[in-house]
């Protein structure tokens, strides 16, 4: 059974750092590149970042460069995000997605509030 299980998320102020993990089981996660998409109260879900299989290539969203840096740990079947200077518009409910054409997985989200 495939399962991406997100954790990490919460209540932060502006400024702040938080660091999301996604644990992986029920596939082989190093040949997966992974992802983390966010959704927004009324707005479309966005990808925000993305890593290859072995974790050589990562790309990122315009809105997050510098400032949230996505790694993984194949030995640990564990994807990561870490979030720094965090902004009210970075508020959101966080996912992550496994990738391996064509199959798609998704966890069921961890919420980030980003709020004084």
């Known amino acids: 059974q495939v399962q991406l299980v997100e954790s990490g998320g919460g209540l932060v102020q502006p400024g702040g750092s938080l660091r999301l993990s996604c644990a992986a089981s029920g596939f082989t996660f190093s040949l997966y590149a992974m992802s983390w998409y966010r959704q927004a109260p009324g707005k479309e879900r966005e990808q925000v970042a993305t890593?290859?299989?072995?974790?050589?290539?990562?790309k990122y969203a315009d809105s997050v460069k510098g400032r949230f840096t996505i790694s993984r740990d194949n030995a640990k079947n564990t994807l990561y995000l870490q979030m720094n200077n965090l902004k009210p518009e970075d508020t959101a409910v966080y996912y992550c997605k496994g990738s391996n054409r064509p199959y798609d997985y998704w966890g069921q989200g961890t919420r980030v509030t980003v709020s004084s």
């Open positions: 890593i290859s299989s072995l974790g050589t290539i990562t």
